[in-house]
């Protein structure tokens, strides 16, 4: 059982940057950020393996970067140059699933935290 609890959402301008940080309760092989936005289904937006393994969405490359604390215990994403088209709620999940880790699927992960509200206005 692994509980999370993101923090660090908060409205921003656009081209600005934000850090989400999301504490997990236990050890996962994966973790993962995705994010859901009004009226759209939830999408992957990075993860990262215990092998510090990264993977990305297509349109957060080069602008996000997803890394943890594995003594904290911790996942957190820096998020910069951000866009309107950003504004969400962004989820930490945790998994079990190791293979095809370039991926970055619901499906693969088991916990998943509250959310964090982030709004960029332009």
């Known amino acids: 059982q692994v509980q999370l609890v993101e923090s660090g959402g908060e409205s921003v301008q656009a081209g600005g940057s934000l850090r989400l940080s999301c504490a997990a309760s236990?050890?996962?092989?994966?973790m993962a950020w995705f994010r859901q936005a009004p009226g759209k289904e939830r999408e992957g937006v990075a993860a990262?393996?215990?092998?510090?393994?990264?993977a990305y969405a297509e349109f957060v490359k080069g602008r996000f970067t997803v890394s943890k604390d594995n003594a904290q215990n911790a996942l957190y994403l820096q998020m910069n140059v951000l866009k309107p088209e950003d504004t969400a709620m962004y989820y930490c999940?945790?998994?079990?699933?190791?293979?095809?880790?370039?991926?970055?699927?619901?499906?693969?992960?088991?916990?998943w935290g509250q959310g964090t509200q982030v709004t960029v206005s332009s």
């Open positions: 236990g050890f996962a092989y994966r």
């Open positions: 999940a945790a998994g079990y699933y190791r293979d095809q880790w370039w991926l970055i699927r619901e499906r693969d992960f088991g916990y």
């Open positions: 990262i393996d215990d092998d510090g393994r990264t």
